[in-house]
């Protein structure tokens, strides 16, 4: 496994607290690293802790009474739990595999629900794309309910990152079967253009709702964010398509350094709140708004996140230059606000990015446990449009 | 980058008639919600909880306070049932208290609130500030009647949301509280939801506790 952080390199009280939270990241493995098999050597394994250590430049010459110290805060101790129930439950089966065709249903279900890391390389172009299952649910023994679709062609990439809604029952299913309809119709569109991008939204809300009906739920209960990106060589550069559905944030860096957001992520004025979920009767109405075809003439990466990695680093355009920094360089420190993280190499550096990718998943922020799903496209220019990240 | 809250409000009638085991049984369960919340580690990163009071008016007697840093107050019982006054102070609370999302800041989750009442209001202002509550829907708001004397049509005006404690034993309380605690957790775990303000889901009550349909 790539993530084997070790509390050793945590340093102080602060991170003790760390260290106990990062205990599951130990034994989380049912990784199915599909493009991955060369190992995950280089998926460094530090934890390095934002707090500063004392190093005991207070000394004094006087010796006072030691007061008794303050009781510590009680800290939040973290579990691993498989859930009770399967992935996919025998009522959906049935609807899942006539949605999906039994190649794709059958490999669906065969890998890991609760983290996985992809990549790709070919061209100008390297995708690498990861989720990881949020220490919340392991806790309670919920499956990972976020989703990743990654396809890197010829002429044509593809990214879709998805979040089911944690208020509804099958949303792993939902935001699984509607990032593999949405990319797969992306993937074999004959031009990318809006209509390719509605059509393939509404192939997805047409089949989770197939899926409901089958199943005998409420539509209701398969809720998911869906974020796209695809992208392809034009006269004048590059055309990207991109498309949302819900939060998470979708971020392109250009050649100059500047970071662009072509749809605004939906958010209420609480935080976990979004107006409209796949496959919602509005979703349509949603997602022709948040439909966005440009030419980018100097675009260097493409990031998308679901909220689990957005609301930790808020707000996302701020961030994305700093992460992207720590994936196109390496990370050897924590950003700015969060309390530790995995010391990762650059993803092109790497013999696993996918392996790589998922360490870096593994960062620690206070409150911040739900799934996070991360998928970057690079292109060769990166290395020099992009800023190593430094503290 | 801040730390994101689920704020937690109770507020709790204080007048006169909660003398005795019910303001006892208030004050354990308080101390029950905090052990069980100590229990909890999305509660312990995320939760914050206060406690507010009316009687002959109304009290933050804690404000909005992390779970590891949160002390189960005294309470004691007298006076009128100043309701209005009550809701009065959680309005400026969520005011004063309260985050939400903006360009550049991630907001609070959407405030969870527990008003507990055992009478009628005495004063004449709440029908206002219940109208505020309903229409701004600025929390989930669970209404609890407790016993027999507690005006149910009164809570039924601040929410949809009312439950209604049959005794009000030490027991009962107990459950009440449980019922808050698994609340709170469950609220904590579904984050994902419509932004409608709509009525959220609560964990099945415990015996000698029913939703008011």
New interface residues.
């Given amino acids: 496994m790539s993530d084997d952080i070790s509390p050793s390199a945590v340093r102080d009280s602060a991170a003790d607290e760390t260290a106990a939270?990062t205990s599951h990241a130990t034994h989380d493995v049912n990784s199915n690293h599909s493009d991955d098999s060369g190992g995950s050597s280089d998926a460094q394994s530090d934890v390095k802790s934002n707090a500063t250590s004392d190093d005991g430049s207070h000394a004094t010459d006087v010796v006072e009474p030691e007061a008794p110290a303050p009781a510590p805060?009680?800290?939040?101790?973290?579990t691993i739990r498989e859930p009770d129930e399967p992935w996919c439950p025998e009522a959906f089966l049935e609807p899942l595999t006539r949605a999906l065709g039994k190649d794709m249903a059958d490999r669906l279900l065969a890998r890991s629900p609760h983290e996985r890391g992809e990549h790709a390389q070919q061209g100008d172009w390297t995708i690498t794309g990861a989720l990881k299952r949020g220490?919340?649910h392991a806790?309670?023994g919920?499956f990972n309910?976020d989703a990743l679709f990654v396809h890197l062609g010829a002429s044509r990439g593809v990214l879709v990152v998805a979040?089911?809604?944690?208020?509804?029952a099958y949303?792993r299913i939902g935001s699984t079967v509607a990032v593999e309809i949405v990319g797969a119709a992306l993937r074999n569109a004959a031009a990318l253009n809006e209509a390719a991008a509605h059509d393939a939204m509404e192939r997805a809300v047409s089949a989770l709702q197939a899926i409901a009906t089958g199943a005998k739920v409420d539509a209701k209960a398969l809720?998911t964010t869906v974020l796209v990106a695809a992208w392809e060589p034009s006269a004048t550069g590059t055309r990207v398509l991109t498309m949302q559905v819900g939060d998470g944030a979708l971020v392109l860096a250009h050649q100059d350094g500047r970071v662009s957001r072509p749809t605004a992520g939906d958010?209420?004025?609480?935080?976990?709140?979004?107006?409209?979920?796949v496959p919602?009767s509005e979703t349509m109405t949603y997602a022709r708004k948040a439909t966005v075809l440009t030419d980018v003439p100097d675009l260097a990466a493409l990031l998308l996140v679901t909220d689990g990695v957005d609301?930790?680093?808020?707000?996302f355009p701020k961030y994305a230059p700093l992460i992207l920094g720590q994936l196109v360089h390496g990370a050897d420190a924590p950003l700015?606000?969060?309390n530790a993280q995995p010391v990762t190499p650059s993803l092109l550096a790497s013999n696993a990015p996918g392996d790589v990718l998922l360490t870096w998943l593994g960062f620690e922020?206070?409150?911040?446990?739900?799934d996070r799903t991360l998928a970057v496209a690079l292109h060769r220019s990166a290395p020099q449009a992009i800023a190593p990240w430094a503290p | 980058m801040t730390t994101r809250r689920l704020p937690v409000f109770i507020l709790a009638d204080v007048s006169g008639s909660m003398q005795g085991t019910p303001i006892e049984s208030v004050k354990a369960g308080i101390r029950q919600l905090h052990r069980d919340l100590l229990g909890d580690p999305q509660a312990i990163e995320s939760a914050y909880l206060s406690i507010l009071t009316f009687g002959n008016s109304a009290q933050q007697v804690v404000p909005l306070t992390e779970v590891a840093q949160f002390n189960p107050p005294e309470l004691q019982a007298s006076g009128v049932t100043n309701f209005g006054d009550g809701l009065r102070l959680l309005l400026e609370s969520f005011d004063r208290e309260l985050v939400r999302t903006t360009a550049d800041v991630k907001g609070d989750w959407r405030p969870l609130v527990f008003i507990l009442s055992d009478g009628a209001p005495t004063d004449v202002d709440w029908p206002m500030y219940a109208q505020q509550l309903r229409e701004r829907r600025p929390a989930n708001i669970i209404a609890v009647a407790c016993g027999d004397q507690a005006d149910v049509n009164v809570l039924k005006q601040v929410t949809e949301n009312v439950i209604l404690m049959q005794e009000m034993s030490p027991d009962a309380f107990r459950a009440f509280f449980s019922f808050v605690s698994a609340s709170v957790k469950q609220t904590s775990q579904k984050v994902g939801a419509v932004a409608d303000g709509s009525a959220i889901t609560l964990p099945p009550p415990p015996p000698g506790i029913t939703i008011v349909p």
């Fill in positions: 939270n805060p009680p800290m939040a101790v973290w220490r919340r806790h309670v919920a309910e979040d089911g809604a944690g208020s509804s949303s809720r958010a209420g004025e609480w935080s976990g709140e979004v107006h409209c979920f919602d609301d930790a680093m808020y707000p700015t606000g969060l922020k206070r409150g911040e446990n739900d």
